[in-house]
């Protein structure tokens, strides 16, 4: 069992329409509580009241309400090579997690992915962080909407990718300057795991790299901050999702 407790990941969560199995409990009944209580009635969301020691039971960090499930929810999961063999919008853009293992980073990529609409993301099998009820929080509800591809090799996925027309990028400090890189058409990059960054073989692999522009003291950003940053940039340089 798990628990969403953050008031915009249960309202995300609701208004996906993927709540079944789903329990709003509620033991407050502030403004925002009503809102939620509200689109739960009108999603047909199984509701119920408790007491605020029941709640803190349940979960310790809820605000007056949480919502109950059986798992975490998950992204919408394809398959890579069935995915590229779909029509493409012409400037797709596609974020690849080299072993991202810290969950609240792959809450906030997740987030950042469905605001600047990532047409897809890539996660390995292995050595990550997976899905869970602390990626929902911190991705505030986005998880619902992002499309996901797990595989097991991503050096293969960046083969793939580069066949499929997508010019591929590892994010890397040493790498071109983004404001003045030229971009166009379809592009994938390569965020890094914490502290150790995109692998030398992912590297190799791609048709480039793209940095960051820094003018403060610490060495390197958080990595779900550089893919926030990194994911506006394109997605400006880029144009507006097909979807739109």
């Known amino acids: 069992m798990t628990y969403l407790t953050g ?3 249960m309202e995300e969560f609701v208004q996906s ?4 199995g789903a329990t ?4 407050a009944a502030g403004p925002r509580i009503k809102k939620i209580l509200e689109l739960a009635r009108k999603a047909g969301l199984s509701t119920r009241s408790a007491t ?16 109950q499930l059986e798992e975490a929810p998950s992204s919408t999961e394809l398959d890579l090579e069935t995915w590229l063999r779909s029509p493409l919008p012409a400037n797709a853009l596609v974020i690849m997690l080299d072993h991202i293992e810290d969950p609240h980073n792959l809450g906030a990529i997740l987030r950042s992915a469905d605001v600047f609409a990532a047409d897809l993301v890539i996660m390995p099998e292995r050595r990550a962080a997976k899905e869970t009820d602390t990626v929902a929080r911190a991705s505030a509800g986005a998880v619902a909407y992002v499309p996901v591809a797990t595989v097991p090799n991503l050096a ?22 983004l404001p003045v890189t030229e971009l166009s058409g379809r592009v994938a990059v390569v965020m890094g795991g914490e502290g150790s960054g995109v692998s030398r ?7 480039g790299a ?11 950003l958080n990595v779900s901050v550089a893919a926030g940053v990194l994911m506006y940039e394109l997605r400006r340089r880029l144009g507006p999702p097909a979807r739109a």
Request: charged letters at 25%; a negative charge.
């Open 52 to 67: 605020a020691r029941e709640l803190d039971t349940l979960a310790p960090d809820n605000r007056g309400a949480v919502i």
């Open 17 to 20: 329409g993927s709540t079944k």
């Open 7 to 9: 008031f915009h990941a």
């Open 201 to 207: 073989l992912l590297k190799e692999r791609c048709d």
């Open 156 to 177: 293969r996925a960046v083969e793939l990718l580069k066949e499929a027309g997508f010019w591929t990028y590892a994010a890397d400090m040493g790498g071109q300057n």
């Open 210 to 220: 793209l940095s960051i522009p820094q003018f403060g003291h610490v060495d390197s």
């Open 24 to 27: 709003l409990i509620v033991a």
